[in-house]
């Protein structure tokens, strides 16, 4: 199928965005267009006017500093997948963006796009979640800043203003004595997950469990984070606080049932996963703490 009918600008800077996006009613920017491509063509979506922004050379930025990684709207997934700065800051960043579509969709969808459509199936919006990132949007009225509880509001629906563009993304570097792991189920590589996890594990100074924090991707209508903390009270990991958390993580969720997995199954899988990259995020942890040493 074709899309409807629409208008296209491709502003050069982001004044110019700012002010067509302002002035059209009805209208959608374009970033990678990865997923609006095919929502307009299959006439899933319409409208009467697109906003390239893949020409604002200023949202092409990736900067990364010791507090964090910061990424502008026209970054695609393969760029900060690519990046070893922003594998050394935030390892979380790429062991999850490995897993987000193949490369011809990586090279041109932009994890900034990713974030702001809000898809509960896409990593970089559990991802953004769990670490805590931060969004900046612009529009005619101003800046602001949207964190991520407050960035997402339903199945695809995040709280963006119908003018606002969002122009980059902050997510933290990872704290010393901290350690990752996201693994997924898809039926196969490149596929939407069937189910998703990636954890954060902290280290106390004695090496104990502090916190264990995951976030999930497929088993809920919003990108979900789940602090699985209080399984792990006694600051050791085992079989049975492993299996613990993988229950706790379950009651927090509603994984549900499509064409591709039942209901139960996916049930399953957040408690296999949870299992599996919390012992994984541990393990990360136990050894980038021992060589800080
Ligand atoms: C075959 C296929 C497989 C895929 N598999 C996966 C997968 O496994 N995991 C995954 O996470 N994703 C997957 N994707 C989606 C891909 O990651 C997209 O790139 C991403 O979801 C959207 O990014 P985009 O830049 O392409 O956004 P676009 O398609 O351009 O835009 C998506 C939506 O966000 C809005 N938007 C985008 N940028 C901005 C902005 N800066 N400010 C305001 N609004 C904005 C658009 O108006 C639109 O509503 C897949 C896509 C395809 C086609």
């Known amino acids: 199928m074709k899309p409807a009918a629409f208008g296209y600008q491709r502003p050069e800077t982001l004044a110019q965005a700012l002010t067509a996006y302002a002035a059209a009613s009805d209208a959608k920017v374009l970033a990678g267009g990865q997923s609006l491509t095919p929502l307009l063509s299959m006439r899933l979506a319409s409208v009467s006017e697109l906003i390239d922004i893949n020409g604002i050379r200023e949202l092409s930025t990736i900067t990364v500093t010791e507090s964090g990684v910061r990424f502008g709207a026209t970054v695609r997934h393969g760029e900060l997948l690519a990046d070893p700065d922003v594998a050394a800051v935030q390892p979380m960043i790429p062991a999850a963006l490995q897993h987000v579509a193949h490369p011809t969709i990586r090279n041109r969808g932009t994890t900034v796009g990713s974030i702001v459509h809000a898809d509960a199936s896409g990593e970089m919006p559990t991802v953004f979640a769990l670490l805590d990132g931060v969004l900046t949007v612009q529009s005619?009225?101003?800046?602001?800043?949207?964190?991520?509880?407050?960035?997402?509001?339903?199945?695809?629906?995040?709280?963006?203003?119908?003018?606002?563009?969002?122009?980059?993304?902050?997510?933290?570097?990872?704290?010393?004595?901290?350690?990752?792991?996201?693994?997924?189920?898809?039926?196969?590589?490149?596929?939407?997950?069937?189910?998703?996890?990636?954890?954060?594990?902290?280290?106390?100074?004695?090496?104990?469990?502090?916190?264990?924090?995951?976030?999930?991707?497929?088993?809920?209508?919003?990108?979900?984070?789940?602090?699985?903390?209080?399984?792990?009270?006694?600051?050791?990991?085992?079989?049975t606080s492993l299996q613990a958390a993988g229950e706790l993580a379950l009651s927090r969720l509603e994984p549900g049932a499509d064409?591709?997995?039942?209901?139960?199954?996916?049930?399953?899988?957040?408690?296999v996963l949870t299992s599996r990259v919390v012992r994984a995020a541990h393990d990360d942890a136990v050894e980038r703490s021992n060589r800080a040493e």
């Open 259 to 271: 064409v591709h997995a039942t209901a139960h199954y996916r049930a399953q899988l957040v408690r």
């Open 140 to 239: 005619v009225r101003g800046t602001r800043e949207i964190s991520a509880p407050d960035l997402f509001l339903g199945a695809l629906e995040s709280s963006l203003a119908p003018d606002e563009i969002a122009t980059e993304a902050f997510v933290p570097a990872l704290p010393a004595r901290h350690g990752i792991a996201f693994d997924e189920i898809a039926r196969r590589h490149g596929d939407y997950a069937l189910c998703g996890v990636g954890a954060v594990v902290a280290l106390a100074p004695d090496g104990g469990v502090e916190s264990v924090r995951a976030g999930y991707v497929s088993v809920s209508d919003v990108p979900t984070v789940v602090d699985l903390t209080e399984v792990f009270s006694d600051g050791h990991l085992s079989e």
